[in-house]
């Protein structure tokens, strides 16, 4: 049970070295090194239930970005800066020549946009990003974050700058 000064988000993250060690434990068993197998499996186990999220703690002023493998947690606390405000904003997916392999976009444009809720905050950071997804459900978290924080939640994905809470 969560406290109430706790907000927490969080999604299942799909790893492709999943069926990679698939893959590899599969051919440590044909060539019969077992223990390579076993340990391949459980690696592959550990990372195909993945989830990443994010905790804010508002009773201490900290939060924590963090990926989760079953039941062990990867991340560490960090001060939380005054936070100003809660926007909704549309990123654009497209290939990039730095990333390793290229993304595919649809030709007809509209399903090549993702959404994005960020937590504005002062000082040097400017914005903590907290969660990435579809425009109903990024503005669903958008609002349940900005009513935990007591925020505003400002509507950015169109070029009618507005705010929703």
Same mark, same amino acid.
């Given at each position: +049970?969560?406290?109430?000064?706790?907000?927490?988000?969080? =999604?299942?993250? *799909?790893?492709?070295?999943?069926?990679?060690?698939?893959?590899? %434990?599969?051919? *440590?068993?044909? $060539?019969?090194?077992?223990?390579?197998?076993?340990?391949? &499996?459980?690696?592959?186990?550990?990372?195909? &239930?993945?989830? #990443?999220?994010?905790?804010?703690? !508002?009773? !201490?002023?900290? &939060?924590? =970005?963090?990926?989760? *493998?079953?039941?062990?947690?990867?991340?560490?606390?960090?001060?939380?800066?005054?936070?100003?405000?809660? %926007?909704?904003?549309?990123? $654009?997916?497209?290939?990039?020549?730095?990333?390793? %392999?290229?993304?595919?976009?649809? #030709?007809?444009?509209?399903?090549?946009?993702? &959404?994005?809720? $960020?937590?504005?905050?002062?000082? #040097?950071?400017?914005?903590?990003?907290?969660?990435?997804?579809?425009?109903? $459900? +990024? %503005?669903?978290?958008?609002?349940?974050?900005?009513?935990?924080?007591?925020?505003?939640?400002?509507?950015?994905?169109?070029?009618?700058?507005?705010?929703?809470?």
């Amino acid at each position: +049970m969560e406290s109430p000064g706790i907000f927490k988000y969080e =999604k299942y993250s *799909f790893k492709v070295i999943s069926p990679l060690m698939v893959l590899l %434990t599969v051919a *440590f068993i044909v $060539n019969g090194a077992y223990i390579g197998g076993s340990i391949c &499996f459980v690696l592959g186990v550990l990372s195909a &239930f993945s989830y #990443q999220g994010i905790i804010i703690d !508002t009773s !201490t002023q900290r &939060f924590m =970005k963090y990926d989760r *493998f079953i039941k062990f947690n990867i991340g560490g606390w960090k001060p939380l800066p005054v936070p100003s405000y809660v %926007t909704v904003v549309r990123i $654009n997916i497209s290939s990039r020549r730095t990333a390793p %392999t290229p993304i595919v976009v649809p #030709q007809d444009k509209k399903g090549a946009r993702a &959404f994005k809720v $960020n937590l504005v905050v002062e000082g #040097q950071m400017r914005y903590i990003g907290i969660c990435r997804g579809s425009l109903e $459900n +990024m %503005t669903k978290e958008a609002l349940r974050l900005g009513e935990h924080l007591q925020l505003r939640v400002l509507d950015y994905t169109t070029h009618e700058k507005k705010w929703i809470l």
